[in-house]
């Protein structure tokens, strides 16, 4: 080596060359530059444009966040993974171009109202394929029924409250199974895939195979009112009469939790897509949210005057609908502020909701149903004027909107209705997910690969992304200890040493006159910072005695 | 009205034949994708168990030689050859794909204290408790020829240890001093000393060629410059260091396997501190070698195990031992960074494999973007305490892992003795020596 070596002893090596370099927003080439040989130009330079929405439905790291202090080597590291992430979600941004489907819609002409419109005009207006989803099948004989689609949205499964239980593939109507299970059927639910069912019936959960063979009986869940599958932990949600709030893993086979919910008699029950909480309506207005891992609610929200009598959550977790006694449906903002957003009397109450996949909401009030629809996928539905409406042969006894369908099912006293609803299926579903048109050996690839990633049932809490965010507590905890088991804080800025020079630079006074210089300086920043938090705190007590007027009840202000 | 309903064309979304692949249309929208967090980690956590079941690095072991193995060479150009020495002067010339040896030589009465290959694979050098330096043909002898070496040269005090030039006809040997000598000549072209005691190992830089470093019994690692024949500088150490070894990558930067039990990187242009103290051996370290990527190292202890550590963590990623593997004299990292070799005196050498759990042979593309997967995954949770356990745990026989727990009492003893004399003493008077600056006595230059 030519150079002479470096001095000094607090140079480290480069050891950038080592680590990922960072990442520098990728410069565009000058589009004078790329000129063909015969002149012309790229009339459109530079990367073709991504709507900003797009963008940030692929965007997850919450930038506001604030972390604690941390080595430059980490902050580094946080910077790339921060640049390589906006990268990502604008290559993600951009694939949406290949989504083949298009949403179905249904527009009214010259301010026509869509509610007006009848399911026997919307069926002469499409096509066959779509015209056949809708049909009525008449089954006066057993009662009630209620009914579940599978998560493919290609099997149904429906029960009747006399003990008639079937399961078919509803688009080739072909009929897997029917038997009468001698008993009252009280809800119905598929199980991780259409191989299997659970039937809640008058004393005991029975499962069943497919092909109607009675498979467990699961006395422990005794007078179950309801049920809610949880796909992605396995886990089978019980709420029974005698006010327990059952988890059955049903991969291994064990109750996982047994909760008292404390409340009397449970019979209104949904489940929260987006966090597997269970959402419990009680008789006295108010909605608990549930975790197998807790034995207490994870949070307690008064929703109505009434009892509540239906409650559902749309698919993202943002919003609950909820409708009580005092004939109200109301929708709850569940991220952030759980507040209502907006509020509607019905001359009827609604005994059952139901939200599809793309954010469209439909109430069961008596024999009919209304849907309400909302500007996008983002937005919470509209409940100035519904969407569509029907009239059902019998009073409504379960919802359901078929997964990647435009199509609802209605289960009521006269049997089971499957209705047409432009525009309420997600259009484009993703194979490696739920892919409707999956083969028996891409099933049970996907049985193993779902089982292998079954989330444990611990990690179920409001926040799905918790595991993701940085242990602040712990970290925290760590640097405490440390300081006390090494004696100092080996974190803490080193004091300065003067850099030795050369020339006669490096005597006592003027090592004296450097190292005055740095504490002074540092002496002024503190100053100037304690300065300005005295000014911070004297502006926030000015707001607060500014703000409210002041009333009686603050003395009970903390 | 204006109406449309989503009806898919199910010939857009099931195949044509059943020769056909599958069509798997993606939607990569996070709505259809709930809990990718906690599916994530449990993913990363079956990887990481799996990555346990898998690990099975021992790959061969190949014996013949009648005494403890003293060194080890590879060859240069052939990954499948590999040539040892033993203390009773025999060197073996071994074939790894077919796990034999292909040639014997008795080379010299006594120790082979040092052998080398010549940068271009025709020859080899071996320096012997006879004083002698012998040059010998890569190729054997031919029918009927007998095993006679290229050339001899006879010195007046024992050689230690021997290293070759990466690119020019020069090697280095050194014993009392260290010697540069030149193919041809029987004379050294020059000596460098510096201090009075004999120097164990040398070896040449491979990226900087001039450049040379060498341990001494008196805890010394000197460097020395082969153009201006002269030593640049020393460090000197709390116990003797007793080899280096270069990182191939970076000019600058080489590690030391001290007797202190801890191995020491270095960069050469900034000698007082260390840039990393690996420590996790729990008896001497006898020898280090670099992986050709300059990211990883592995060394050999006397404690009868090898540990791989990475350049930039003190501590080490995996430890191989065995039970019929006693204390390991050399180690060698195999030119496709693959493989380990390591020489222990009970006569044997051993193969591993460098990533314990890795599948060897062609990969088809499926397995290969798996792997990358699940590699990208425990990297992502590799800091969770569930992960970090699983991914952390190895296997220790019963004697290093005593010895693990009586060190770690000892080391806490004495960091709570310095804390309480830095408690209890005028704060400022007690200087604060970080570890890495502890083991450091003085460098000269």
Known sequence: METAPKPGSDVPPKKDKLQTKRKKPREWKNPESQRSLSGAQDPFPGPAPVPVEVVQKFCRIDKSRKLPRSKAKTRSRLEVAEAEEEETSIKAARSELLLAEEPGFLEGEDGEDTAKICQADIVEAVDIASAAKHFDLNLRQFGPYRLNYSRTGRHLAFGGRRGHVAALDWVTKKLMCEINV?????????????????????????????????????????????????????????ASETGFLTYLDVSVGKIVAALNARAGRLDVMSQNPYNAVIHLGHSNGTVSLWSPAMKEPLAKILCHRGGVRAVAVDSTGTYMATSGLDHQLKIFDLRGTYQPLSTRTLPHGAGHLAFSQRGLLVAGMGDVVNIWAGQGKASPPSLEQPYLTHRLSGPVHGLQFCPFEDVLGVGHSGGITSMLVPGAGEPNFDGLESNPYRSRKQRQEWEVKALLEKVPAELICLDPRALAEVDVISLEQGKKERIERLGYDPEAKAPFQPKPKQKGRSSTASLVKRKRKVMDEEHRDKVRQSLQQQQQQQKEAKAKSTGARPSALDRFVR | MKVKMLSWNPDNYVRETKLDLQRVPRNYDPTLHPFEVPREHVRALNATKLERVFAKPFLASLDGHRDGVNCLAKHPKNLATVLSGACNGEVRIWNLTQRNCIRTIQAHEGFVRGICTRFCGNSFFTVGDDKTVKQWKMDGPGYGEEEEPLHTILGKTVYTGIDHHWKEAVFASCGQQVDIWDE??????????????????????????????????????????????????????????????????????????NEDYNLYTFDMRALDTPVMVHMDHVSAVLDVDYSPTGKEFVSASFDKSIRIFPVDKSQSREVYHTKRMQHVIRVKWTSNSKYIMCGSDEMNIRLWKANASEKLGVLTSREKAAKDYNQKLKEKFQHYPHIKRIARHRHLPKSIYSQIQEQRIMKEARRRKEVNHIKHSKPGSVPIVSEKKKHIVAVVK
């Open chain 1, 182 to 238: 001698m008993e009252a059927v009280r809800d119905i639910r598929f199980l991780h895939s259409e191989a299997l069912l659970a039937v809640a019936q008058n004393r005991w959960l029975h499962i069943y195979d497919n092909q109607g063979i009675e498979l467990h009986c699961i006395r422990r869940c005794d007078r179950v009112t309801r049920l809610e599958f949880l796909p992605f932990h396995f886990l089978l949600a019980t």
């Open chain 2, 184 to 257: 041809q000549r029987t004379n050294p072209i020059c000596s460098m000393t510096w201090g009075f005691d004999s120097i164990s190992s040398v070896k040449f830089n491979p990226v900087e060629t001039f450049l040379l470093g060498s341990c001494a019994s008196d805890r010394n690692i000197v460097l020395y410059d082969m153009r201006q024949a002269t030593p640049l500088k020393k460090v000197i150490l709390d116990m003797r260091t007793n080899t280096i070894c270069w990182n191939p990558m970076e000019a600058f930067s080489f590690t030391a396997a």
